[in-house]
């Protein structure tokens, strides 16, 4: 449900006050006006508001003071200031002071709006960022990262030493192996836990983006850039910044990395000012990094930088013990969310589950199981509920547990055989073509199989 957003407008000018009012109350819009500084603080006293319009010069007080008793007593309310030519570089001077915008006069109202809607983004981020924040720390407790095998301890063991230091971590592994939900849980069980986790998918930002992403901007650094902006590092300061997929980075960035990396300080693009930070680096690759390095694509002292510490995430298929303890995890998360009773796994399909090769690891395990919990009608998930490429590959590869290899074959001749005699309708000249074949061979197998009757 979208949430109403509360507009309070301070104008002495009652038209004016009014016009923009009117113009303002769309799309759900509670507008609220105020003639004067007294008026305004009487009623910010009593209601909540998202976002206050102000003229800078009021007959009682000015813009600035109303700005500075909101920004004291609710923080989250956003403050546009109206000026005129004369008074801009006051209103230049309120945006230090904590305005979010401010708009010359003559009011053009589609920058007012397009100014409103920037700072409803601004605070449904903010109040994301709080949730998302609650919920992370609750969800990443060590115990929620399943792993019993002796691999995984190993990576447990390795964990809890580093998550009381701040020390640089490298993560490894392939894609789906949890390297996010570790870094995570390094961070939310550190010393920083309180302090911000900000990750940032290297590969997915656009090259050209990436540095002022990480580093921030001044206004006028570039075109377009309408205001200063803070960066990732920046905003992880105190805390720590996750760099995944590391190395997609350019190589002139890497070189930039690397010395904030050893300087800890940067400077924002287009400003000489240096900026001192204190923050954890954890990154992650799903790529051999020393390969980079010797192909070329990787700078090695970043490397030798970045890998202090190690962490290697073994691929899910060399910790078959592990998957069924995390079918079960999703199998209650998946109920759970979905309000139905904890369903139950037959063991053929536990054993196709455990004998999959799982290119795509924990992710895809958790995949198929949100998939299989939601098509399955029962309370109980036999091995024809999974996917068919599963219980093909279960069917034709070999565990530790062993399988039964003549039957396996017998199985699957009698199942490909039926299916060809139906799509001819018995025909078994034209069976046995589809299955290249000769016909006597055919009868022969039907008869061995006892489907000659
Ligand atoms: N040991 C585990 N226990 C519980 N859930 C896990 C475990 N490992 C991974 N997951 C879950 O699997 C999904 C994939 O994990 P994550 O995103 O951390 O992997 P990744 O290595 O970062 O993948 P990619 O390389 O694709 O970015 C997530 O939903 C995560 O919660
Ligand atoms: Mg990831």
Same mark, same amino acid.
């Given at each position: 449900m979208k949430e109403r957003t509360r507009i309070l407008i301070i104008d002495d000018e009652e038209p004016a006050r009014m016009a923009m009012s009117k113009l303002l109350s769309t799309n759900g819009n509670v507008v609220q006006g105020a003639a004067t500084g007294e008026e305004a603080l009487?009623?910010?006293?009593?209601?909540?508001?998202?976002?206050?319009?102000?003229?800078?010069?009021?007959?009682?007080?000015?813009?600035?003071?109303?700005?500075?008793?909101?920004?004291?007593?609710?923080?989250q309310t956003e403050v546009i200031l109206i000026t005129g030519h004369a008074t801009a570089e006051t209103a230049v001077q309120a945006m230090k002071e904590g305005a979010f915008d401010y708009i010359v006069k003559p009011l053009n109202i589609d920058e007012l709006r397009m100014i409103i809607a920037k700072a409803v983004e601004k605070q449904k981020l903010l109040s994301e960022n709080v949730y998302l924040k609650k919920q992370l720390q609750e969800r990443f407790e060590f115990d929620?990262?399943?792993?019993?095998?002796?691999?995984?301890?190993?990576?447990?063991? @390795?964990?809890?030493?580093?998550? %009381?230091?701040?020390?640089? $971590?490298? !993560?490894?592994?392939? &894609?789906?192996?949890?390297? =996010?939900?570790?870094?995570?849980?390094?961070?939310?069980?550190?010393?920083?836990?309180?302090?911000?986790?900000?990750?940032?998918?290297?590969g997915a930002i656009p090259e050209n983006l990436l540095e002022s992403e990480l580093f921030g901007y001044v206004r006028g650094a570039f075109t377009g850039a309408m205001r200063d902006k803070i960066g990732k590092f920046e905003a992880a300061h105190t805390g720590t910044i996750f760099l995944d997929e590391i190395v997609t980075m350019p190589m002139h960035l890497q070189?930039?990395?690397?010395?904030?990396?050893?300087?800890?300080?940067?400077? @924002?693009?287009?400003?000489?000012? %240096?900026?001192?930070?204190? $923050?954890? !680096?954890?990154?992650? &690759?799903?790529?051999?990094? =020393?390969?980079e390095v010797r192909n070329g694509n990787f700078r090695e002292d970043l490397y030798y930088r970045l890998n202090v510490i190690p962490v290697n995430l073994p691929p899910l298929r060399e910790r078959v013990?592990?998957?069924?303890?995390?079918?079960?995890?999703?199998?209650?998360?998946?109920?759970?969310?979905?309000?139905?009773?904890?369903?139950?796994?037959?063991?053929?399909?536990?054993?196709?589950?455990?004998?999959?090769?799982?290119?795509?690891?924990?992710?895809?395990?958790?995949n198929i199981i949100e998939r299989t919990v939601a098509l399955t009608e029962g309370n109980h998930i036999a091995l024809d509920d999974l996917p068919p490429h599963i219980r093909d590959e279960a069917l034709t590869r070999v565990s530790e547990r062993g399988v039964d290899m003549v039957k396996t074959m017998n199985d699957i001749e009698r199942r490909m055989i039926l299916d060809a005699l139906s799509l001819t309708k018995g025909v078994k000249a034209r069976a046995a073509a589809l299955l290249r074949l000769n016909r006597t061979t055919l009868v022969e197998k039907m008869r061995r199989l006892g489907l000659d009757l």
């Open positions: 009487d009623l910010l006293a009593r209601e909540h508001f998202n976002i206050v319009i102000t003229d800078l010069l009021l007959p009682d007080t000015s813009g600035i003071t109303i700005l500075v008793q909101i920004k004291s007593t609710s923080p929620n990262i399943i792993g019993g095998s002796p691999a995984m301890q190993k990576v447990f063991n @390795r964990m809890k030493r580093i998550i %009381t230091t701040d020390s640089t $971590v490298l !993560i490894f592994g392939e &894609s789906g192996t949890g390297k =996010e939900l570790v870094a995570k849980a390094i961070h939310f069980n550190g010393t920083r836990k309180d302090k911000p986790f900000i990750a940032v998918h290297c070189t930039k990395l690397l010395r904030v990396l050893q300087e800890q300080e940067l400077e @924002r693009l287009g400003s000489t000012r %240096t900026i001192k930070l204190d $923050v954890r !680096i954890i990154s992650a &690759s799903n790529l051999n990094l =020393e390969q013990e592990d998957i069924l303890p995390l079918s079960r995890h999703f199998l209650s998360k998946n109920c759970r969310e979905m309000q139905r009773p904890l369903m139950t796994i037959s063991q053929e399909a536990v054993e196709a589950l455990e004998t999959y090769h799982w290119p795509g690891n924990v992710r895809e395990l958790e």
